[in-house]
């Protein structure tokens, strides 16, 4: 019997989940497929209920569904209980595990972005989403002394800091209004920037005017492009990542879930690259994705 795994999202247009999962099936010889389901947040919970079926592995969870999925798995793992996201659904029998594999892609982002430098102490995350949680989660976990959101709604950054109260603890996590000023302040004292807004996936605009960058930034956008921001770092002497190499190693990390076996990272980075070629910039059905969509 062919497995399935479903990503569910509103919308989801042609993503490179799909390009990457799909070719490490066919890479490995699972006999698999991967399939996108567009479900609205009112179908969520009569479409996670059949996952329980047999013939699916799991699935993966995306905008805008991430939070409200939570409530509606029999567990969840240390990492989607700690961001209250789930972004990866394994199945035991007819039970459902919450995972969060955006925390793990994301360290391999930050470790490599850091490289050989003692990792830092200092970050500005600019967000308050389900990418966000990861991040700032992943930030806690590895020793960061403060992290500073900045959100268009700040009240939302507000939750965010809420939510991490208990394992922030010992250190400083805050929500901060998003004025330039305060921004270019807390820049001045971070080494580490990280855009985890959609702010330059459907347009070429940047969340934060290039002048407050200074060359020792560090700067990982989530988003899969050289965006404006990066671009505009780089430029001013910055070290820079985009999204990617989170998206390959929250992939990784799932296909693992499901199958039991290490993923074949070369196989999927090779179709993320070709769909990146063919103009796909979404993981899942975000705006940015409609040029592509079909
Ligand atoms: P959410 O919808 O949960 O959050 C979106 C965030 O972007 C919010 O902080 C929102 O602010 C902000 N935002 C959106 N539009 C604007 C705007 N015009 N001006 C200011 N702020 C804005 O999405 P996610 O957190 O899941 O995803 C955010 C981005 O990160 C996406 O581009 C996604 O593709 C990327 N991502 C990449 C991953 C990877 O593996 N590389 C993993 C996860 C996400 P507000 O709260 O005020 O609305």
Redesign the pocket.
């Known amino acids: 019997m062919t497995k399935r795994v479903v990503l569910i999202g509103h919308p989801v247009a042609h993503s490179l989940s799909g390009a990457m999962q799909q070719a490490a099936f066919d890479h490995l010889g699972v006999d698999a497929r991967y399939e996108l389901w567009d479900r609205t947040p009112a179908q969520l919970a009569e479409t996670i209920a059949e996952l329980r079926g047999e013939e699916f592995l799991g699935a993966n969870v995306t905008?805008p569904h991430?939070e409200r999925v939570v409530p509606l798995v029999d567990r969840q793992t240390e990492e989607a209980h700690a961001t209250g996201a789930v972004n990866t659904l394994t199945r035991e029998g007819r039970k459902l595990v919450g995972h969060n594999t955006?925390v793990a892609?994301f360290k391999v982002a930050l470790d490599r972005l850091v490289g050989r430098q003692k990792m830092p102490r200092q970050a500005v995350v600019l967000?308050?989403?389900?990418?966000?949680r990861a991040v700032v989660y992943g930030l806690i976990r590895e020793g960061f002394q403060r992290v500073v959101v900045f959100?268009?709604?700040l009240h939302?950054g507000e939750q965010l800091v809420k939510h991490f109260g208990r394992s922030a603890a010992h250190m400083d996590l805050r929500a901060m209004p998003w004025h330039e000023s305060i921004l270019e302040a807390e820049l001045a004292k971070a080494k580490v920037l990280v855009n985890?807004?959609?702010?330059g996936?459907g347009d070429d605009s940047s969340p934060i005017p290039a002048e407050i960058l200074m060359p020792e930034l560090l700067v990982l956008d989530?988003?899969?492009k050289q965006t404006r921001l990066l671009r505009d770092a780089a430029a001013a002497g910055c070290t820079t990542a985009d999204?990617e190499t989170?998206?390959l190693h929250?992939g990784a990390a799932a296909f693992t879930l499901w199958t039991g076996e290490p993923a074949p990272i070369d196989s999927m980075h090779e179709a993320l690259t070709a769909a990146r070629a063919d103009g796909v910039t979404?993981?899942e059905g975000?705006p940015g994705a409609s040029a592509v969509a079909g």
């Open positions: 905008i991430k955006d892609g967000g308050a989403g389900g990418g966000a959100n268009r709604h939302r985890a807004t959609s702010i996936l989530l988003i899969y999204g989170m998206l929250q979404s993981a975000e």
